[in-house]
């Protein structure tokens, strides 16, 4: 079974200032992961995803991510927020179902980032 | 040239109706999905289908019927709607069910059962 625990419902920073949003997993395979963000009232859209190539995950908008497997972590940073940048964030982690071979991907309850002038 | 869309945006209906939400995707993907988020933004999946055979079906009542017609399309009916059903229903695709595809989301369909 797979789960994803992101440690900060929400995160308030300044404009400018660097930004860490925090993710720890678990599975039970080697997992693939995933930053997701949802603007207020819109869809889902991909940041950045892990699929077992480098660590280090550079994504869109200058966000980075870096797996950790000794911590079973995916933390997400970017080094200067934007006013852009609020939004709510999910941590996302995928297996494949052996039985079914679905992509079952498992949200995290998501982050909200509040950028401040 | 909307990648995964879906129909309604809103949907304002009364306890007990039937309703139907239609997603279609144009990125040639294999695999489909239906999600729902709860007021506390909590994403679950519910459904998901490859090449319109159901692969996934998560502990949901049997008020909710998926069905896709090909594999360009996968649509949600709800029989006897629940106030608790109230919540927004995403739909998203994946060129295979692999877990190393990204999926991508349609814009959400926003229920609200009065």
């Known amino acids: 079974a797979q789960s994803v625990t992101q440690l900060d419902s929400h995160v308030s920073v300044s404009e400018g200032t660097p930004v860490l949003l925090r993710c720890n997993y678990s599975s039970s395979y080697s997992p693939s992961l995933f930053w997701y963000v949802q603007h207020p009232n819109k869809g889902l859209q991909l940041l950045l995803k892990y699929t077992s190539a480098a660590t280090l995950v550079k994504g869109i908008n200058g966000f980075e991510a870096e797996f950790k497997k000794s911590e079973t972590s995916f933390h997400l940073t970017k080094p200067s927020v934007h006013m852009s940048d609020a939004a709510e964030y999910f941590c996302?982690?995928?297996?494949?179902?052996?039985?079914?071979?679905?992509?079952?991907?498992?949200f995290g309850t998501g982050t909200q980032l509040k950028v401040e002038l | 040239d909307t990648a995964v869309s879906q129909t309604p945006k809103y949907l304002v209906t009364q306890m007990g109706n039937d309703k139907s939400i239609k997603c279609e995707q144009n990125l040639g993907h294999d695999t489909m999905y239906w999600y729902k988020q709860d007021s506390k933004k909590f994403l679950k999946i519910m459904f998901s289908y490859n090449n319109k055979e159901l692969i996934i079906n998560e502990t949901v009542p049997n008020r909710f019927s998926p069905k896709s017609p090909d594999k360009a399309h996968l649509n949600l009916h709800i029989n006897s709607l629940e106030l608790g059903d109230s919540a927004v229903y995403f739909c998203?695709?994946?060129?295979?069910?692999?877990?190393?595809?990204?999926?991508?989301f349609g814009p959400g369909t926003r229920l609200t059962v009065t």
């Open positions: 998203a695709s994946s060129p295979r069910p692999s877990g190393n595809y990204e999926q991508y």
């Open positions: 996302v982690v995928s297996e494949t179902e052996v039985t079914g071979g679905g992509n079952k991907l498992t």
